[in-house]
């Protein structure tokens, strides 16, 4: 059922998931699917959540299990889980996984279905997912971020870019805050995509964006520390921003099969 999703044909416009798969209150809008413009094959789903919608109840409603590390979690923490988990369910229909229930491993990672390679993301009130065939041979990471506040960009600048990092993204007609912010997102994508293939934690200054588009549409990222003989020093990512008010999302997808990293755009 996979392969079958893999020759659908590509959309133009974001598709609705099917209303059997969705929420029925105002909790969690629909999420919205569409394919990535770069890679067809890869899907990107989309969806805003209410907490003040948001009640333990909506467990039993949609038949999820209430997990018991959650017990001691405040509601937000709660509302987040169970968004995300909506969201993986619906999603993972399109690829022929009915009531599936996301879990992690002992890294915090999450655990998707045999021949599924995705990636979660989700703020205060948003839920980015990334979900690909493993037979595409990439690994997708995604992250969505707040726009950092200007007081909290200066205070962090130093943790997350270097000197040259600054100037690429000044250079980038972009308010710095929303500039850092999108720096920050693309390395926690970048991690997010290589995780899974080598299980090694990474530091900001371990990658670094060597070039970006105006606007922030297209980044260059380059590794600075060796991971494998396919992925050493200097290999190249390529990762794309979506602004919207008051956040962004961020994704990078890596190609698992090539050696040759992905040059810039």
């Given at each position: 059922?996979?392969?079958?999703?893999?020759?659908?044909?590509?959309?133009?416009?974001p598709a609705?998931?099917?209303?059997?798969?969705?929420?029925?209150?105002?909790?969690?809008a629909?999420p919205?699917?569409?394919?990535?413009?770069?890679?067809?094959?890869v899907?990107?789903?989309q969806?805003?959540?209410?907490l003040?919608?948001?009640?333990?109840?909506?467990?039993?409603?949609?038949?999820l299990?209430?997990p018991?590390?959650?017990?001691?979690?405040?509601a937000?923490?709660?509302?987040?889980y169970?968004?995300?988990?909506?969201?993986?369910?619906?999603?993972?229909?399109?690829f022929?996984f009915?009531?599936?229930?996301?879990?992690?491993d002992?890294?915090?990672?999450?655990?998707?279905?045999?021949g599924?390679?995705?990636?979660?993301s989700?703020?205060?009130?948003?839920?980015?997912?990334?979900?690909?065939?493993?037979?595409?041979?990439?690994?997708?990471?995604v992250d969505?971020?707040e726009?950092?506040?200007?007081e909290?960009?200066?205070e962090?600048?130093?943790?997350?870019?270097?000197?040259r990092e600054?100037?690429?993204?000044?250079s980038?007609g972009?308010?710095?805050?929303?500039?850092l912010?999108?720096?920050?997102?693309?390395?926690e994508?970048?991690?997010?995509?290589?995780?899974?293939?080598?299980?090694q934690?990474?530091?900001?200054?371990?990658?670094e964006?060597?070039?970006?588009?105006?606007g922030l549409?297209?980044?260059?990222?380059?590794?600075?520390?060796?991971?494998?003989?396919?992925?050493?020093?200097?290999?190249?990512?390529?990762?794309?921003?979506?602004?919207?008010?008051g956040?962004l999302t961020?994704?990078?997808?890596?190609t698992?099969?090539?050696?040759?990293?992905?040059g810039?755009?």
């Amino acid at each position: 059922m996979r392969s079958d999703w893999l020759n659908r044909p590509a959309q133009s416009e974001p598709a609705i998931l099917s209303g059997a798969t969705l929420p029925k209150d105002r909790f969690l809008a629909a999420p919205v699917s569409s394919r990535l413009a770069e890679h067809p094959d890869v899907l990107l789903v989309q969806a805003r959540y209410d907490l003040a919608y948001y009640s333990d109840q909506l467990f039993t409603d949609y038949r999820l299990p209430f997990p018991a590390h959650l017990n001691k979690a405040v509601a937000k923490r709660r509302a987040e889980y169970l968004a995300s988990r909506l969201c993986v369910r619906a999603a993972l229909r399109q690829f022929g996984f009915d009531d599936f229930l996301l879990t992690n491993d002992a890294d915090r990672a999450p655990v998707w279905p045999e021949g599924i390679a995705g990636s979660l993301s989700h703020t205060r009130a948003c839920i980015s997912l990334l979900l690909a065939d493993k037979v595409t041979g990439k690994q997708p990471g995604v992250d969505c971020e707040e726009i950092m506040r200007p007081e909290a960009a200066e205070e962090m600048r130093e943790m997350i870019i270097n000197e040259r990092e600054h100037g690429i993204l000044q250079s980038s007609g972009v308010p710095f805050a929303t500039a850092l912010t999108a720096a920050f997102s693309l390395k926690e994508s970048l991690y997010k995509a290589l995780f899974p293939l080598f299980r090694q934690f990474m530091h900001f200054n371990e990658a670094e964006i060597i070039a970006c588009r105006a606007g922030l549409t297209n980044v260059t990222l380059r590794l600075n520390r060796a991971l494998s003989p396919g992925f050493p020093v200097g290999t190249l990512f390529t990762g794309r921003v979506a602004l919207a008010e008051g956040q962004l999302t961020s994704w990078v997808i890596v190609t698992q099969a090539a050696n040759t990293p992905t040059g810039p755009y």
